[in-house]
Protein backbone atom coordinates (compact mmCIF):
# COMPACT_ATOMS: atom_id res chain seq x y z
CA UNK A 1 0.00 0.00 0.00
CA UNK A 2 2.65 2.36 0.77
CA UNK A 3 4.37 1.69 -2.36
CA UNK A 4 1.00 3.04 -3.98
CA UNK A 5 1.41 6.17 -2.04
CA UNK A 6 4.94 6.96 -3.54
CA UNK A 7 3.62 6.18 -6.90
CA UNK A 8 0.91 8.85 -6.37
CA UNK A 9 3.46 11.33 -5.22
CA UNK A 10 5.78 10.93 -8.27
CA UNK A 11 3.39 11.55 -10.66
CA UNK A 12 2.02 14.51 -8.60
CA UNK A 13 6.12 15.85 -8.79
CA UNK A 14 5.68 15.18 -12.84
CA UNK A 15 2.83 17.08 -13.35
CA UNK A 16 4.00 19.85 -11.20
CA UNK A 17 6.88 19.29 -13.17
CA UNK A 18 5.23 20.54 -16.96
CA UNK A 19 2.73 23.31 -15.11
CA UNK A 20 5.68 24.71 -13.33
CA UNK A 21 7.53 24.70 -16.84
CA UNK A 22 4.34 25.94 -18.12
CA UNK A 23 3.91 28.33 -15.92
CA UNK A 24 7.46 30.07 -15.80
CA UNK A 25 6.77 30.57 -20.21
CA UNK A 26 4.41 33.65 -19.21
CA UNK A 27 5.18 36.33 -17.46
CA UNK A 28 2.28 36.64 -14.89
CA UNK A 29 2.45 33.54 -13.62
CA UNK A 30 6.14 33.06 -13.09
CA UNK A 31 6.90 33.04 -9.95
CA UNK A 32 4.21 30.90 -9.09
CA UNK A 33 5.04 28.57 -11.39
CA UNK A 34 8.58 28.63 -9.51
CA UNK A 35 6.95 27.78 -6.39
CA UNK A 36 4.56 24.91 -8.03
CA UNK A 37 7.99 23.23 -9.14
CA UNK A 38 9.03 23.73 -6.45
CA UNK A 39 6.42 21.87 -3.99
CA UNK A 40 6.51 19.09 -6.53
CA UNK A 41 10.07 18.83 -5.83
CA UNK A 42 9.53 18.74 -2.02
CA UNK A 43 6.82 16.10 -2.40
CA UNK A 44 8.69 13.68 -4.29
CA UNK A 45 12.02 13.72 -2.23
CA UNK A 46 10.20 13.55 0.74
CA UNK A 47 8.10 10.54 -0.66
CA UNK A 48 11.23 8.99 -1.90
CA UNK A 49 12.97 8.78 1.67
CA UNK A 50 10.17 7.54 3.48
CA UNK A 51 7.95 5.41 1.25
CA UNK A 52 10.76 3.53 -1.16
CA UNK A 53 10.70 -0.10 -1.08
CA UNK A 54 13.32 -1.64 -3.04
CA UNK A 55 13.07 -4.87 -5.25
CA UNK A 56 12.63 -7.10 -2.49
CA UNK A 57 10.49 -4.65 -0.13
CA UNK A 58 12.67 -3.53 2.28
CA UNK A 59 12.67 0.47 2.46
CA UNK A 60 15.95 2.49 2.60
CA UNK A 61 18.26 2.83 5.55
CA UNK A 62 21.08 5.36 6.48
CA UNK A 63 18.83 8.14 7.42
CA UNK A 64 21.76 9.88 9.57
CA UNK A 65 23.63 10.07 6.19
CA UNK A 66 20.74 10.85 3.86
CA UNK A 67 19.72 14.32 6.19
CA UNK A 68 22.96 15.36 7.04
CA UNK A 69 23.67 15.43 3.21
CA UNK A 70 20.34 17.00 2.48
CA UNK A 71 21.11 19.65 5.42
CA UNK A 72 25.02 20.64 4.10
CA UNK A 73 23.13 20.94 0.72
CA UNK A 74 20.80 22.99 1.23
CA UNK A 75 22.39 25.18 3.59
CA UNK A 76 25.20 25.93 0.72
CA UNK A 77 22.63 25.94 -2.13
CA UNK A 78 20.36 28.82 0.04
CA UNK A 79 23.23 31.01 1.35
CA UNK A 80 24.78 30.64 -2.38
CA UNK A 81 21.76 31.86 -3.87
CA UNK A 82 20.86 34.28 -1.84
CA UNK A 83 24.34 35.73 -1.51
CA UNK A 84 25.10 35.95 -5.32
CA UNK A 85 24.87 39.18 -7.05
CA UNK A 86 22.45 40.02 -9.85
CA UNK A 87 25.21 40.30 -12.41
CA UNK A 88 26.69 36.92 -11.49
CA UNK A 89 23.81 35.17 -11.99
CA UNK A 90 24.69 33.47 -15.28
CA UNK A 91 27.74 31.59 -13.57
CA UNK A 92 25.35 30.82 -10.29
CA UNK A 93 23.43 28.80 -12.98
CA UNK A 94 26.23 27.25 -14.29
CA UNK A 95 27.48 25.76 -10.71
CA UNK A 96 24.14 24.75 -9.86
CA UNK A 97 24.02 22.97 -13.30
CA UNK A 98 27.43 21.43 -13.01
CA UNK A 99 26.30 19.94 -9.50
CA UNK A 100 23.27 18.43 -10.98
CA UNK A 101 25.63 16.89 -13.36
CA UNK A 102 28.13 15.84 -11.11
CA UNK A 103 25.44 14.37 -8.77
CA UNK A 104 23.75 11.97 -12.05
CA UNK A 105 27.82 11.15 -12.64
CA UNK A 106 28.18 9.59 -9.42
CA UNK A 107 25.05 8.13 -9.36
CA UNK A 108 25.66 6.04 -12.53
CA UNK A 109 29.14 4.99 -11.09
CA UNK A 110 27.69 3.74 -7.65
CA UNK A 111 25.11 1.98 -9.64
CA UNK A 112 28.19 0.32 -12.08
CA UNK A 113 29.72 -0.94 -9.03
CA UNK A 114 26.72 -3.22 -8.23
CA UNK A 115 26.15 -4.25 -11.41
CA UNK A 116 30.41 -4.82 -11.03
CA UNK A 117 30.25 -6.71 -8.21
CA UNK A 118 27.58 -8.59 -8.80
CA UNK A 119 29.06 -10.18 -12.18
CA UNK A 120 31.94 -11.01 -10.11
CA UNK A 121 30.10 -13.49 -7.87
CA UNK A 122 29.12 -14.65 -10.41
CA UNK A 123 31.64 -15.83 -12.09
CA UNK A 124 31.17 -14.33 -15.92
CA UNK A 125 34.19 -14.09 -18.06
CA UNK A 126 32.57 -11.25 -19.63
CA UNK A 127 30.78 -8.23 -18.46
CA UNK A 128 28.04 -8.18 -21.15
CA UNK A 129 27.00 -11.46 -19.54
CA UNK A 130 26.09 -9.92 -16.49
CA UNK A 131 23.75 -6.84 -17.78
CA UNK A 132 21.13 -6.22 -20.02
CA UNK A 133 22.60 -3.71 -22.70
CA UNK A 134 19.56 -1.22 -21.91
CA UNK A 135 20.60 -0.80 -18.45
CA UNK A 136 24.57 -0.54 -19.04
CA UNK A 137 23.61 1.92 -21.65
CA UNK A 138 21.53 3.55 -19.21
CA UNK A 139 24.32 3.74 -16.68
CA UNK A 140 27.66 4.42 -18.99
CA UNK A 141 25.35 7.73 -20.81
CA UNK A 142 24.31 8.70 -17.36
CA UNK A 143 27.90 9.04 -16.45
CA UNK A 144 29.30 10.49 -19.69
CA UNK A 145 27.04 13.06 -19.96
CA UNK A 146 26.59 14.04 -16.25
CA UNK A 147 30.85 13.97 -16.40
CA UNK A 148 30.82 16.54 -19.13
CA UNK A 149 27.89 18.63 -17.65
CA UNK A 150 29.92 18.82 -14.82
CA UNK A 151 33.38 19.62 -16.01
CA UNK A 152 31.62 22.17 -18.64
CA UNK A 153 29.70 23.90 -16.30
CA UNK A 154 32.76 24.11 -14.13
CA UNK A 155 34.63 25.55 -16.75
CA UNK A 156 32.00 27.75 -17.54
CA UNK A 157 31.36 28.93 -14.41
CA UNK A 158 35.31 29.48 -14.24
CA UNK A 159 35.33 31.25 -17.08
CA UNK A 160 32.37 33.82 -16.43
CA UNK A 161 33.66 34.65 -12.82
CA UNK A 162 37.19 35.55 -14.77
CA UNK A 163 39.69 32.94 -13.66
CA UNK A 164 39.68 31.29 -16.58
CA UNK A 165 40.64 32.54 -20.00
CA UNK A 166 39.38 31.31 -23.59
CA UNK A 167 42.28 28.25 -24.17
CA UNK A 168 42.59 27.86 -28.42
CA UNK A 169 45.77 25.73 -29.83
CA UNK A 170 46.10 24.01 -33.18
CA UNK A 171 43.75 21.20 -34.31
CA UNK A 172 41.91 21.62 -31.08
CA UNK A 173 38.34 20.75 -32.63
CA UNK A 174 40.34 17.58 -34.38
CA UNK A 175 41.71 16.58 -30.74
CA UNK A 176 38.41 17.31 -28.91
CA UNK A 177 36.70 14.72 -31.70
CA UNK A 178 39.29 12.31 -30.53
CA UNK A 179 38.93 12.43 -27.22
CA UNK A 180 34.86 11.60 -28.07
CA UNK A 181 35.23 9.09 -29.96
CA UNK A 182 38.35 7.50 -27.40
CA UNK A 183 34.97 8.00 -24.88
CA UNK A 184 32.92 6.04 -27.13
CA UNK A 185 34.96 3.52 -27.83
CA UNK A 186 36.13 3.19 -24.14
CA UNK A 187 32.83 2.82 -23.30
CA UNK A 188 32.40 -0.02 -25.84
CA UNK A 189 35.28 -1.72 -24.74
CA UNK A 190 33.68 -1.74 -21.05
CA UNK A 191 30.93 -3.83 -22.18
CA UNK A 192 32.98 -6.63 -23.75
CA UNK A 193 35.38 -6.58 -22.07
CA UNK A 194 36.70 -9.49 -19.49
CA UNK A 195 34.84 -9.03 -16.29
CA UNK A 196 38.49 -8.56 -13.98
CA UNK A 197 39.20 -5.54 -16.34
CA UNK A 198 35.73 -4.23 -16.72
CA UNK A 199 36.01 -1.69 -14.12
CA UNK A 200 39.63 -0.21 -15.30
CA UNK A 201 37.90 0.65 -18.48
CA UNK A 202 34.85 2.08 -16.99
CA UNK A 203 37.11 4.58 -14.76
CA UNK A 204 39.05 5.34 -17.99
CA UNK A 205 35.75 6.35 -19.34
CA UNK A 206 34.60 8.28 -16.99
CA UNK A 207 38.35 10.39 -16.47
CA UNK A 208 38.11 10.85 -20.14
CA UNK A 209 35.18 12.46 -20.30
CA UNK A 210 35.87 14.87 -17.75
CA UNK A 211 38.78 15.84 -20.03
CA UNK A 212 36.26 16.31 -23.16
CA UNK A 213 34.11 18.50 -20.78
CA UNK A 214 37.06 20.58 -20.22
CA UNK A 215 38.55 20.69 -23.63
CA UNK A 216 34.76 21.12 -25.10
CA UNK A 217 34.11 24.38 -23.22
CA UNK A 218 37.95 25.75 -23.34
CA UNK A 219 38.05 27.33 -26.66
CA UNK A 220 34.58 28.81 -26.90
CA UNK A 221 34.38 32.59 -26.10
CA UNK A 222 32.96 35.05 -23.83
CA UNK A 223 30.06 35.74 -26.40
CA UNK A 224 28.76 32.26 -26.84
CA UNK A 225 28.67 31.01 -22.99
CA UNK A 226 25.37 31.14 -23.27
CA UNK A 227 24.60 28.58 -25.81
CA UNK A 228 27.01 26.63 -23.24
CA UNK A 229 25.23 27.07 -20.63
CA UNK A 230 21.83 26.45 -22.09
CA UNK A 231 23.62 23.38 -23.98
CA UNK A 232 24.96 21.81 -20.58
CA UNK A 233 21.43 22.37 -18.83
CA UNK A 234 20.11 20.21 -21.16
CA UNK A 235 22.74 17.68 -20.98
CA UNK A 236 22.21 17.54 -16.95
CA UNK A 237 18.84 16.72 -17.67
CA UNK A 238 19.61 14.17 -19.77
CA UNK A 239 21.51 12.86 -17.59
CA UNK A 240 19.20 12.62 -14.53
CA UNK A 241 16.37 11.01 -17.15
CA UNK A 242 19.13 8.28 -17.77
CA UNK A 243 19.25 7.75 -13.48
CA UNK A 244 14.98 7.52 -14.43
CA UNK A 245 15.73 4.16 -16.46
CA UNK A 246 17.86 2.74 -13.74
CA UNK A 247 15.48 2.80 -10.80
CA UNK A 248 12.40 2.62 -13.17
CA UNK A 249 11.37 5.96 -11.73
CA UNK A 250 8.88 8.02 -13.90
CA UNK A 251 9.13 11.38 -11.96
CA UNK A 252 12.90 11.44 -12.51
CA UNK A 253 12.08 10.65 -16.34
CA UNK A 254 9.70 13.22 -16.80
CA UNK A 255 12.22 16.36 -15.19
CA UNK A 256 15.11 14.74 -16.88
CA UNK A 257 13.54 14.39 -20.27
CA UNK A 258 11.56 17.22 -20.07
CA UNK A 259 14.11 19.83 -19.37
CA UNK A 260 16.46 18.13 -21.90
CA UNK A 261 14.07 18.68 -24.77
CA UNK A 262 12.72 22.33 -23.60
CA UNK A 263 17.20 22.78 -22.84
CA UNK A 264 17.46 21.86 -26.43
CA UNK A 265 15.02 23.94 -27.91
CA UNK A 266 16.16 27.07 -25.33
CA UNK A 267 19.98 26.77 -27.03
CA UNK A 268 18.59 26.77 -30.30
CA UNK A 269 16.79 29.80 -29.63
CA UNK A 270 19.90 31.66 -28.43
CA UNK A 271 21.64 30.67 -31.42
CA UNK A 272 18.93 31.96 -33.43
CA UNK A 273 18.88 34.99 -32.27
CA UNK A 274 22.73 35.67 -33.22
CA UNK A 275 22.03 33.91 -36.64
CA UNK A 276 24.85 31.04 -35.59
CA UNK A 277 24.46 27.52 -35.84
CA UNK A 278 24.78 25.27 -33.13
CA UNK A 279 28.10 23.61 -35.02
CA UNK A 280 29.25 26.80 -35.72
CA UNK A 281 29.56 27.57 -31.85
CA UNK A 282 30.72 24.61 -31.01
CA UNK A 283 33.53 23.79 -33.51
CA UNK A 284 34.02 27.60 -35.00
CA UNK A 285 34.98 29.94 -32.07
CA UNK A 286 34.40 33.51 -32.52
CA UNK A 287 38.23 34.24 -32.19
CA UNK A 288 39.86 31.87 -34.67
CA UNK A 289 37.22 33.40 -37.13
CA UNK A 290 37.92 37.17 -36.75
CA UNK A 291 41.87 36.59 -38.01
CA UNK A 292 40.41 35.37 -41.26
CA UNK A 293 37.71 37.25 -42.00
CA UNK A 294 37.35 40.05 -40.16
CA UNK A 295 39.96 42.67 -41.37
CA UNK A 296 38.16 43.81 -44.57
CA UNK A 297 35.37 46.12 -42.84
CA UNK A 298 36.07 49.21 -44.86
CA UNK A 299 36.03 52.05 -42.40
CA UNK A 300 37.91 50.56 -39.48
CA UNK A 301 40.54 52.28 -38.35
CA UNK A 302 38.70 55.94 -39.60
CA UNK A 303 38.13 58.22 -37.60
CA UNK A 304 35.81 58.91 -34.58
CA UNK A 305 34.72 62.01 -33.09
CA UNK A 306 34.33 62.34 -28.63
CA UNK A 307 31.71 64.06 -26.98
CA UNK A 308 32.09 65.54 -23.57
CA UNK A 309 29.83 64.65 -20.44
CA UNK A 310 27.97 68.27 -20.43
CA UNK A 311 27.34 68.08 -24.24
CA UNK A 312 26.14 65.14 -23.59
CA UNK A 313 23.84 66.02 -20.88
CA UNK A 314 23.02 68.58 -22.94
CA UNK A 315 21.65 67.04 -26.12
CA UNK A 316 19.99 64.27 -24.03
CA UNK A 317 18.16 66.81 -21.73
CA UNK A 318 16.53 69.02 -24.80
CA UNK A 319 15.71 65.50 -26.58
CA UNK A 320 11.62 64.74 -26.85
CA UNK A 321 12.85 61.05 -26.81
CA UNK A 322 16.04 58.82 -25.45
CA UNK A 323 16.38 55.19 -26.16
CA UNK A 324 19.12 53.64 -23.82
CA UNK A 325 20.72 50.40 -25.49
CA UNK A 326 22.23 48.45 -22.52
CA UNK A 327 24.73 45.77 -23.17
CA UNK A 328 27.15 43.56 -20.73
CA UNK A 329 29.12 46.85 -20.14
CA UNK A 330 26.29 47.89 -18.03
CA UNK A 331 26.48 44.52 -16.02
CA UNK A 332 30.26 44.68 -15.19
CA UNK A 333 30.39 48.30 -14.37
CA UNK A 334 27.32 47.58 -11.76
CA UNK A 335 25.40 50.83 -13.50
CA UNK A 336 22.14 49.41 -13.84
CA UNK A 337 20.42 51.64 -10.48
CA UNK A 338 22.44 54.65 -11.55
CA UNK A 339 20.97 54.19 -15.03
CA UNK A 340 17.40 54.04 -13.51
CA UNK A 341 18.45 57.10 -12.04
CA UNK A 342 19.08 58.87 -15.26
CA UNK A 343 15.96 57.45 -16.84
CA UNK A 344 13.78 58.98 -13.93
CA UNK A 345 15.58 62.05 -14.29
CA UNK A 346 14.95 62.40 -17.78
CA UNK A 347 11.65 61.63 -17.52
CA UNK A 348 10.91 64.63 -14.55
CA UNK A 349 12.51 67.15 -17.23
CA UNK A 350 9.65 65.66 -20.19
CA UNK A 351 12.25 63.43 -21.83
CA UNK A 352 10.60 59.76 -22.94
CA UNK A 353 13.07 57.31 -22.15
CA UNK A 354 12.74 53.65 -23.40
CA UNK A 355 15.39 51.43 -22.87
CA UNK A 356 16.14 48.49 -26.17
CA UNK A 357 16.76 45.34 -24.92
CA UNK A 358 18.62 43.07 -28.14
CA UNK A 359 17.41 39.36 -27.09
CA UNK A 360 21.01 38.80 -26.32
CA UNK A 361 21.86 41.48 -24.50
CA UNK A 362 24.22 40.74 -21.60
CA UNK A 363 25.05 37.42 -21.24
CA UNK A 364 22.21 35.51 -21.05
CA UNK A 365 19.05 35.76 -22.91
CA UNK A 366 16.65 38.00 -20.72
CA UNK A 367 19.61 38.74 -18.03
CA UNK A 368 19.53 42.50 -19.05
CA UNK A 369 15.53 42.20 -18.06
CA UNK A 370 16.94 40.42 -14.92
CA UNK A 371 19.57 43.57 -14.04
CA UNK A 372 16.79 46.00 -15.00
CA UNK A 373 14.51 44.72 -13.51
CA UNK A 374 16.62 44.38 -10.12
CA UNK A 375 16.78 48.12 -10.40
CA UNK A 376 13.55 49.04 -10.36
CA UNK A 377 12.86 49.58 -14.30
CA UNK A 378 9.50 49.64 -15.13
CA UNK A 379 8.30 46.51 -17.26
CA UNK A 380 7.02 48.38 -19.96
CA UNK A 381 10.24 50.53 -20.58
CA UNK A 382 11.94 47.51 -22.09
CA UNK A 383 11.10 47.05 -25.70
CA UNK A 384 11.86 43.81 -27.32
CA UNK A 385 13.86 43.45 -30.83
CA UNK A 386 11.35 44.79 -32.83
CA UNK A 387 9.21 46.99 -30.95
CA UNK A 388 12.69 49.02 -30.44
CA UNK A 389 13.73 49.10 -33.58
CA UNK A 390 10.20 50.74 -34.91
CA UNK A 391 10.62 53.13 -31.81
CA UNK A 392 14.28 53.99 -33.06
CA UNK A 393 12.93 55.75 -36.15
CA UNK A 394 11.52 58.52 -34.25
CA UNK A 395 14.07 58.24 -31.17
CA UNK A 396 16.39 61.77 -31.09
CA UNK A 397 19.00 60.24 -28.93
CA UNK A 398 20.41 56.74 -28.16
CA UNK A 399 22.35 55.91 -25.75
CA UNK A 400 25.09 52.77 -25.93
CA UNK A 401 25.66 51.75 -22.61
CA UNK A 402 28.25 49.10 -23.21
CA UNK A 403 26.85 47.29 -26.16
CA UNK A 404 28.79 46.42 -28.57
CA UNK A 405 27.96 43.62 -30.77
CA UNK A 406 24.14 44.40 -31.01
CA UNK A 407 24.50 47.23 -32.73
CA UNK A 408 27.17 46.34 -35.17
CA UNK A 409 26.00 47.18 -38.44
CA UNK A 410 28.59 44.67 -39.47
CA UNK A 411 25.52 41.88 -39.11
CA UNK A 412 23.55 43.78 -41.79
CA UNK A 413 25.76 45.29 -44.83
CA UNK A 414 29.56 43.22 -44.66
CA UNK A 415 28.46 39.41 -45.63
CA UNK A 416 32.27 38.77 -44.67
CA UNK A 417 31.52 39.72 -40.91
CA UNK A 418 31.29 36.59 -38.53
CA UNK A 419 28.11 38.12 -37.10
CA UNK A 420 26.64 38.54 -40.79
CA UNK A 421 22.70 37.72 -40.59
CA UNK A 422 22.51 38.45 -36.77
CA UNK A 423 19.20 40.78 -35.97
CA UNK A 424 20.63 44.13 -34.75
CA UNK A 425 19.21 47.61 -32.91
CA UNK A 426 19.04 49.52 -36.20
CA UNK A 427 20.46 52.82 -33.71
CA UNK A 428 21.86 54.60 -36.76
CA UNK A 429 17.59 55.18 -37.20
CA UNK A 430 17.95 57.45 -34.58
CA UNK A 431 18.76 61.27 -35.08
CA UNK A 432 22.00 61.08 -32.42
CA UNK A 433 23.91 57.96 -31.24
CA UNK A 434 25.88 58.24 -28.09
CA UNK A 435 28.15 55.32 -27.48
CA UNK A 436 29.60 55.02 -23.99
CA UNK A 437 32.60 51.93 -23.49
CA UNK A 438 35.74 52.07 -22.01
CA UNK A 439 37.82 52.17 -25.11
CA UNK A 440 38.09 51.43 -28.46
CA UNK A 441 39.00 48.25 -27.98
CA UNK A 442 36.64 45.64 -30.16
CA UNK A 443 34.09 43.99 -27.81
CA UNK A 444 32.93 41.05 -26.41
CA UNK A 445 33.00 39.02 -30.06
CA UNK A 446 36.46 40.62 -31.41
CA UNK A 447 34.98 42.26 -34.26
CA UNK A 448 35.14 45.90 -35.45
CA UNK A 449 32.44 47.86 -35.06
CA UNK A 450 31.68 50.47 -37.77
CA UNK A 451 28.94 52.92 -35.65
CA UNK A 452 31.30 53.78 -33.92
CA UNK A 453 33.33 55.55 -36.77
CA UNK A 454 29.93 57.11 -38.48
CA UNK A 455 28.80 60.79 -38.59
CA UNK A 456 26.06 60.17 -36.29
CA UNK A 457 28.01 58.97 -33.53
CA UNK A 458 29.58 60.09 -30.87
CA UNK A 459 32.04 58.50 -28.16
CA UNK A 460 32.24 59.02 -24.21
CA UNK A 461 34.71 57.48 -22.93
CA UNK A 462 34.70 56.16 -19.21
CA UNK A 463 33.48 53.46 -16.84
CA UNK A 464 29.89 52.94 -17.38
CA UNK A 465 28.82 53.90 -13.71
CA UNK A 466 30.62 57.15 -13.10
CA UNK A 467 29.72 58.24 -16.67
CA UNK A 468 26.25 58.02 -15.87
CA UNK A 469 26.23 59.28 -12.82
CA UNK A 470 28.60 62.59 -14.03
CA UNK A 471 25.64 62.64 -17.00
CA UNK A 472 23.23 62.92 -13.75
CA UNK A 473 25.14 65.79 -12.35
CA UNK A 474 25.69 67.76 -14.83
CA UNK A 475 21.48 67.41 -16.41
CA UNK A 476 20.49 68.61 -12.73
CA UNK A 477 22.48 71.62 -13.25
CA UNK A 478 21.50 72.59 -16.21
CA UNK B 1 20.10 -8.38 -30.07
CA UNK B 2 17.71 -10.18 -28.16
CA UNK B 3 18.37 -8.50 -25.34
CA UNK B 4 18.08 -5.51 -26.59
CA UNK B 5 14.65 -6.39 -27.78
CA UNK B 6 13.94 -7.83 -24.49
CA UNK B 7 14.67 -4.65 -22.93
CA UNK B 8 12.97 -2.63 -24.65
CA UNK B 9 9.81 -4.28 -24.27
CA UNK B 10 10.39 -4.35 -20.22
CA UNK B 11 10.72 -0.50 -20.35
CA UNK B 12 8.09 0.66 -22.91
CA UNK B 13 5.70 2.60 -20.47
CA UNK B 14 9.45 4.38 -20.18
CA UNK B 15 10.27 4.84 -23.62
CA UNK B 16 6.65 6.04 -24.36
CA UNK B 17 7.20 9.02 -21.61
CA UNK B 18 10.64 9.98 -22.96
CA UNK B 19 8.93 10.54 -26.54
CA UNK B 20 6.16 12.16 -24.84
CA UNK B 21 8.57 14.78 -22.54
CA UNK B 22 10.61 15.47 -25.65
CA UNK B 23 7.20 17.04 -27.30
CA UNK B 24 6.18 18.63 -24.46
CA UNK B 25 9.24 20.04 -23.47
CA UNK B 26 9.48 22.04 -26.90
CA UNK B 27 5.88 22.61 -26.85
CA UNK B 28 5.86 24.16 -23.51
CA UNK B 29 9.37 26.61 -24.50
CA UNK B 30 8.22 27.50 -27.50
CA UNK B 31 6.29 30.36 -26.99
CA UNK B 32 8.09 32.28 -23.91
CA UNK B 33 8.94 35.58 -24.09
CA UNK B 34 13.03 36.05 -23.99
CA UNK B 35 12.76 38.59 -21.40
CA UNK B 36 11.88 35.17 -19.16
CA UNK B 37 14.88 33.21 -20.58
CA UNK B 38 17.14 33.33 -17.83
CA UNK B 39 14.36 32.80 -15.27
CA UNK B 40 12.82 30.09 -17.19
CA UNK B 41 16.70 28.26 -17.69
CA UNK B 42 17.62 28.53 -14.23
CA UNK B 43 13.95 26.96 -13.15
CA UNK B 44 14.70 24.30 -15.85
CA UNK B 45 18.41 23.78 -14.07
CA UNK B 46 16.47 23.44 -10.91
CA UNK B 47 13.60 20.43 -12.19
CA UNK B 48 16.38 18.44 -13.80
CA UNK B 49 17.85 18.14 -9.75
CA UNK B 50 15.71 15.72 -9.69
CA UNK B 51 18.15 13.53 -10.37
CA UNK B 52 18.26 13.73 -6.18
CA UNK B 53 15.98 10.91 -6.11
CA UNK B 54 18.37 8.83 -7.41
CA UNK B 55 20.92 9.78 -5.22
CA UNK B 56 18.88 9.17 -2.06
CA UNK B 57 18.01 6.30 -3.25
CA UNK B 58 21.36 4.99 -3.92
CA UNK B 59 22.46 6.46 -0.60
CA UNK B 60 19.93 4.60 1.05
CA UNK B 61 20.39 1.32 -0.11
CA UNK B 62 24.17 1.60 0.25
CA UNK B 63 25.40 -1.53 2.71
CA UNK B 64 27.16 -0.25 5.91
CA UNK B 65 30.32 -1.92 4.44
CA UNK B 66 30.23 -0.91 0.90
CA UNK B 67 32.31 2.78 2.02
CA UNK B 68 32.41 3.52 -2.39
CA UNK B 69 28.46 3.50 -2.30
CA UNK B 70 27.98 5.30 1.12
CA UNK B 71 31.02 7.87 0.70
CA UNK B 72 29.93 9.00 -3.11
CA UNK B 73 26.15 8.84 -2.71
CA UNK B 74 26.35 11.38 0.04
CA UNK B 75 28.83 13.27 -1.97
CA UNK B 76 25.73 12.56 -4.67
CA UNK B 77 22.94 13.81 -2.32
CA UNK B 78 24.71 16.87 -1.09
CA UNK B 79 25.30 18.18 -4.38
CA UNK B 80 21.94 17.34 -5.90
CA UNK B 81 20.24 19.16 -2.89
CA UNK B 82 22.69 22.01 -4.07
CA UNK B 83 21.18 21.78 -7.54
CA UNK B 84 17.53 21.65 -6.38
CA UNK B 85 17.66 24.05 -3.43
CA UNK B 86 19.93 26.50 -5.35
CA UNK B 87 18.11 26.71 -8.19
CA UNK B 88 14.78 27.49 -7.31
CA UNK B 89 15.86 29.98 -4.54
CA UNK B 90 17.66 31.65 -7.27
CA UNK B 91 14.87 31.50 -9.95
CA UNK B 92 12.67 32.88 -6.90
CA UNK B 93 14.64 35.60 -6.44
CA UNK B 94 15.07 36.74 -10.42
CA UNK B 95 11.21 36.48 -10.33
CA UNK B 96 11.02 38.40 -7.08
CA UNK B 97 12.56 41.70 -9.06
CA UNK B 98 10.05 40.67 -11.97
CA UNK B 99 7.02 41.25 -9.74
CA UNK B 100 8.04 44.97 -8.31
CA UNK B 101 6.97 46.56 -11.65
CA UNK B 102 3.61 46.90 -10.28
Given at each position: ???????????????????????????????????????????????????????????????????????????????????????????????????????????????????????????????????????????????????????????????????????????????????????????????????????????????????????????????????????????TGVAAACGGFLYNNKAMLTGGILV???????????????????????????????????????????????????????????????????????????????????????????????????????????????????????????????????????????????????????????????????????????????????SMKPGYAGIENDLFYQPKTSMLFG???????????????? | ?????????????????????????????????????????????????????????????????????LVLGFLAVILGTLNVVGGFVVTDR?????????
Open positions: MKFDILTICYIVAAVTFIIGLKMLSSPATARRGNLVAAAGMFVAIIGTIFLYKDEEGLPLHNYPWIFAALIIGAIIGVVAAKKVKMTAMPEMVSFFNGMGGACAALISVIEFDYVFRAAEKMNFAHFSEGVAPGHYLAIVAGSIIGSVSFAGSMIAWGKLNGSFKDVIFKAQHTINLLIFAGVIILAIITFFAVNTYADYFFIATVVLALIYGVLFVLPIGGADMPVVISLLNSFGAAGTLLTILMCKAMNRSLTNVLIGSFGAKETTGGGNTGTTGGSYKEISISDAAMVMRYASKVMIVPGYGLAVAQAQHTCHELEKLLEEKGVEVGYAIHPVAGRMPGHMNVLLAEADVSYDKLLELEQANDALKSTDVVLVLGANDVVNPAAKNNPSSPIYGMPILDVEQAKTVIVNKRDGKKVLQDLINEIKSL | MEATLQWISANQQMIYIVILMIFLGIEIIGRVPSVLHTPLMSGANAIHGVVIIGAIIVMGRASEHNYLAMLEMFKKKK
